[in-house]
């Protein structure tokens, strides 16, 4: 199965908002509400920022939300602050009990 | 706070085994949960490798599966991973890491920081 796909970039200004896509298929973001949203600064491991397409572990600001229409799964972070820079990553539970990522995306706070 | 630390050799060769122990402190893995494995090749994204319950109960991706071995040792509270036969193309950050809840594989909350291995002759 390939990798959900995701912009290789995004950018913003303090305090505007940005969104992130993450775009599947039926077999995995269309068909399956397990969806996860994970935020990695350099040198880091990934953190939890959204799970179950919208929900956020304790901890996370509710700057960060997820959506999801259709194949296509979405982060929106608001209210952006310089912190937010970092590589974003979402994932899906797909058929035949697989766990997949997407491809990453890079976003600047400009 | 659940902690976890990967450990294991940081060179493997090639067609050879990659063998990987992520302990886990502060938590009882036998409380339930899964315990996954998610890699990182250098400067590239994230990989999901496998996950097991505590019970030994495990899953795989379909892209390595038949090369992917977990397993779980309850009274030393690691998991472990074998990857066999190795390529270069396995070279990445490995990471050991926690579900964010006991009834799903499919979100992790902890992680470990990550170990790098190398694949070369």
């Known amino acids: 199965q390939s990798a959900l796909t995701q912009p290789p970039s995004a950018s913003g200004s303090p305090g505007q908002s940005v969104t992130i896509s993450c775009t599947g298929s039926?077999?995995?973001?269309?068909?399956?509400?397990?969806v996860s949203w994970y935020q990695q600064h350099p040198g880091k491991a990934p953190k939890l920022m959204i799970y179950?397409?919208?929900k956020r572990p304790s901890g996370v600001p509710d700057r960060f939300s997820g959506s999801k229409s259709g194949n296509t799964a979405s982060l929106t972070v608001s209210g952006l602050q310089a912190e937010d820079e970092a590589d974003y990553y979402c994932?899906?539970?797909?058929?035949?009990?697989?766990?997949?990522f997407g491809g990453g995306t890079k976003l600047a706070v400009l | 706070q659940v902690q976890l630390q990967e450990s294991g050799p940081g060179l493997v060769r090639p067609s050879e085994t990659l063998s990987l122990t992520c302990t886990v402190s502060?938590?009882?893995?036998?409380?339930?949960?899964?315990w996954g494995w998610i890699r990182q090749p250098p400067g590239k994204g994230l990989e999901w490798i496998g996950s097991?319950?505590?019970?030994?109960?495990?899953y795989y991706s379909s892209s390595l599966k038949g090369r992917v071995t977990l397993s779980v040792d309850t009274s030393k509270n690691q998991f472990f991973l074998k990857l066999s036969p190795v390529t270069a193309a396995d070279a990445a950050v490995y990471y050991c890491?926690?579900?964010?809840?006991?009834?799903?594989?499919?979100?992790?909350?902890?992680w470990g920081q990550g170990t790098l291995v190398t694949v070369s002759s």
């Open positions: 502060d938590f009882s893995i036998s409380s339930g949960y899964y």
């Open positions: 039926t077999s995995d973001v269309g068909g399956h509400d397990y």
């Open positions: 179950e397409v919208n």
């Open positions: 097991i319950y505590y019970s030994g109960f495990t």
């Open positions: 890491a926690r579900s964010a809840y006991s009834g799903s594989y499919s979100f992790y909350k902890y």
């Open positions: 994932s899906s539970y797909a058929d035949s009990n697989n766990l997949l």
